[in-house]
């Protein structure tokens, strides 16, 4: 039976946004971070006065209908930018921070930019970037000055900023895809693709203490759900300074939510299991789950004193974990929840702003990507005899198209309907469930077709699995393995195959020496892989 949400808020810009964040709770915390050991906090107040302070400076200086450039690591410098670009009515193009000094160019040169937001790690190919582009370079160091310089005008009375009009649907984004193959495509985004997605993924979520910020916010999951999104419930955003401080950091920050992609659910899931396994633990703590899953189906819960020493592990206040960038296996949700974690699962795409579907924290359903947003339209085309075929998106969230591509744009879209690439089916209550990419579907010479992903999804279960690609080579079905342990993965490979059916079957096993080639988005590059 479907369920109806009640709808929560409804913003269609940033200065909206804006406004309304900061006069909820002027005082309280939006934004910390650690800075030589210390904690560094932004109240909203402060968040919206320095919005206005360092836009004013950029359209008192000559940077009207520009396109602002940022990069670099998470900070409160880098969220501050984005929103200051936007509000006063100019494009903010935030550049992958993984991206070649070449790549860079690239990028800044195809969207026109005319300011470079960055951090010290720039600093040494700054002069070629300049040189070849002509943007004004600022460094986030000198953002304090400039927000001084901006609140002088403000006080001599400009308002220019402040008054500047804006299109709620016009581009205000400018984000460049990574990709597995192919050259980067600019995806443009407005105002109220944004911030209308961010308001209505709400409509199934709750937060209800500190968010830590893991995921880099250059790509619109890392920005749209853990800064954009959170801060309409208005509790404190945790920055963390990098993935080797991220598990002490959780001791420090104490979230009550961290949102990720499944490389940090698999990485976790197996530190926690080999941390029990080294103590000798393991048939006790999985007799602990098995006890505590049967207490709980007569109503007794006591999954916070049972497993208090892993949650203490992870910050002691941690209850919710959202993973988006691609479908999750039900196994890792089920861990989770036994030792008191909810692990929801969403689904989303850069060109819908990108969320299209998440679980519900009241309802999820496992084994699926979600339950499609409200004021967004799902459909399955071309479906297969399981009811699988490409998913499309019309709504709210749906880009603009291709920047000055309008081949691309036109291939991508079928009328209002934007074609993901992706496969999968809807079940009757409109959860969706993703089965693949269209482009990595193997469809042997006998017509089957199988989901690679589903195949990566059980070896990646192995232990000793560090990463894996599945593919068909001369119509044999292959995975190829990095591992440190090629007896164990070979021997857990073969009898994962008498669970299969013969044709899903792998029967030829390749093991690397190194990791896969990855997208800045720390997905495998499968063309470098499968050679076709």
Known sequence: MKKEYPVKYRLNNFREHADFISQRDPDGICIKWLENG???????????????????????????????????????????????????????????RDLTVDAIINVLT???????????????MLDEIVEATGVKA??????????????????????????????DDAMSTLIYTSGTTGKPKGVMLS???????????MDYENITGTTMLVLPIHHTFGFTASVVAVMIFGYP??????????????????PQSVYVVPMFIEAIYKKVWKTIADKKLTKTFKALIKTSNALRKIGIDLRKKLFKSVIDSFGGKLTLLVSGGAPLDPVYVKFFDAIGVTLIN???????SPIVAVNPLDNPRNGSVGLVLPETEVKIIDKDENGNGEICVKGKGVMLGYYKNEEATNEAFDGEWFKTGDLGHLDNDNYLYISGRKK????????????????????????????????????????????????????????????????????????????????TTKKIKRNTVIKN
Not at 191 to 201: E, F, G, L, S, T
Not at 346 to 352: D, H, K, L, P
């Open 191 to 201: 105002q109220r693709n944004i911030i209308r997605n961010a308001c209505i993924v």
């Open 346 to 352: 969403g689904y989303g795409i850069t060109e819908c």
């Open 110 to 124: 195809d969207s026109g930019a005319k300011v470079f937001v960055h951090t010290d790690t720039y600093n040494k």
């Open 38 to 96: 210390n904690e560094i906090t932004k109240t909203y107040s402060q968040f919206r006065s320095d919005i206005n302070a360092l836009g004013t400076y950029l359209h008192c200086n000559g940077f009207e209908n520009a396109r602002v450039a940022v990069i670099g690591e998470n900070s409160y410098y880098w969220i501050l930018t984005y929103f200051a670009t936007v509000i006063g009515g100019n494009v903010v193009v935030p550049v992958d």
């Open 440 to 519: 990595n579907l193997i469809i042997l010479n006998n017509g089957k077709n199988i989901y690679p992903e589903e195949i990566e999804e059980m070896i990646m279960r192995i232990p000793e699995v560090i990463e894996v690609v599945v593919y068909s080579e001369n119509d044999v079905m292959t995975a190829e393995v990095y591992t440190e342990n090629n007896e164990a993965v070979d021997t857990a490979i073969r009898e994962l195959n008498k669970t299969l059916p013969n044709y899903k079957a792998i029967k030829n096993i390749k093991f690397r020496d190194t990791e896969f080639e990855k997208t």
């Open 237 to 254: 955003i945790a920055i963390n300074t990098s993935l080797r401080t991220f598990l002490p950091e959780l001791s420090i920050y104490k």
């Open 138 to 167: 600022i460094n986030v160091k000198e953002l304090e000055n400039l927000i001084s310089e901006g609140n002088a005008l403000l006080e001599k009375g400009e308002d220019k900023y402040l008054k500047a009009e804006i299109d």
